[in-house]
């Protein structure tokens, strides 16, 4: 049984950077694609970013791309989420996710994702 376990959030001012950390443990997630998610209280999980299982391909949503970068150390069976420039709008509970299927490149649809860690709040103050 695999874990997500999210770090690296916290408060930082508008234009800041965070980078924030997702470590699993139990199973590797390298043949897994990886994904980055953020939740407003009562709203709905928003996808942030993808990363396929060799880091060959990555995907952005509109609203972080040229901000954020998404990576992994499948080594360290570690994915990262840089975030540059950050804005109020950006503030949300992170979330990192694996994909559900191995072996192939997950979809932007939080329910292609199968399990999930349990977030970290990242705060930006105007």
């Known amino acids: 049984q695999v874990q997500l376990v999210e770090s690296g959030g916290g408060l930082v001012q508008a234009g800041g950077s965070l980078r924030l950390s997702c470590v699993a443990s139990g199973r590797t997630v390298s043949t897994y694609a990886m994904g980055w998610f953020r939740q407003a209280p009562g709203a709905d999980r928003e996808f942030v970013a993808i990363?396929?299982?060799?880091?060959?391909?990555?995907y952005y949503a509109d609203s972080v791309k040229g901000r954020f970068t998404i990576s992994r150390d499948n080594a360290k069976n570690t994915v990262y989420l840089q975030m540059n420039s950050l804005t109020p709008e950006d503030t949300d509970v992170y979330f990192c996710?694996?994909?559900?299927?191995?072996?192939?490149?997950?979809?932007?649809?939080?329910?292609?994702?199968?399990?999930w860690g349990q977030g970290t709040q990242v705060t930006v103050s105007s």
């Open positions: 990363i396929s299982r060799t880091s060959a391909t990555t």
């Open positions: 996710a694996r994909g559900r299927s191995p072996w192939r490149l997950a979809t932007t649809k939080h329910t292609d994702y199968d399990v």
